[in-house]
């Protein structure tokens, strides 16, 4: 299962592109999809930049082949986001006047640590469904058919500490311009696109440091064409490989 974008195949399923030796050595492996990540990893001989961004799995930000950068912790529950939010003067301001306009969602869920997730999260809040999974993909199909070339900047940052990715500053965002009345397909656009530029962001910091030369693509979430053209646009020097987006 291939698809074209900006004149490059990419696999989104299917090992029918690789060598049959490699095939045959990811499919032993108990964690196949490591396996396939190994194998992506041992096609490049730059300092490699890899940005595996699943649906399925924990993501992971992976500088020269073993130091995975990205700390992402999700919540469980939106009261433990709200509770995050509402622990500085400025969060609960926003909660506040946000619980008068819309209404706040409540109960637990399941996510894994990775962006999709983070996304299903947003999704529920801006009305796309009540389960992470199905508001996340009908989010993400809605922001690819749309004909939007520009969506509004969306906050992805770092804790203080510089260590811890800080989800609730991307929910406090997109609470803020739903606030504002910007339409919830303009926001939905701008948190896949400004996710490019958070990951064009912390590439151009490792490649300022000359810790990396090359950013490899890689994962299910990628398979959202706004998100993979975003990425090919912005990033320097950003590689596809021959090798499936999932097994």
Known sequence: EVFVQDKRLI????????????????????DKNMARISYILSLFDEKSFLLELSKDYDDILLVNKENNILNLKLPRSFEEIFNEISKDSIGAR??????????????????????????????????????????????LNEVDESRLERGVKIDYRLKENLQEF????????????????????????????????????????????????????????????????????????????DVALRI
């Open 94 to 139: 926003l909660l506040k006047n946000f619980s008068s306009a819309f209404r706040l969602n409540s109960g637990k869920f399941e996510s894994k640590n990775n962006f999709f997730s983070l996304f299903g999260i947003v999704a529920m809040i801006l009305g796309f469904g009540d389960d992470i999974k199905q508001a996340a993909n009908k989010m």
């Open 166 to 241: 800080d989800y609730t500053r991307t929910v406090r965002s997109v609470m803020s311009f739903m606030l504002a009345g910007v339409p919830s397909k303009d926001i939905a656009y701008g948190l896949v696109e400004s996710l490019a530029y958070f990951l064009r962001d912390t590439y151009d910091d490792l490649r300022e440091k000359k810790q990396v030369e090359i950013a490899i693509i890689s994962g299910s979430l990628f398979e959202s064409t706004t998100l993979l053209k975003n990425s090919l646009k912005h990033i320097k020097n950003c590689k596809t490989s």
């Open 11 to 30: 696999v989104k399923r299917g090992f029918d592109f690789i060598d049959k030796k490699a095939k045959d050595i990811i499919f032993s492996k108990d």
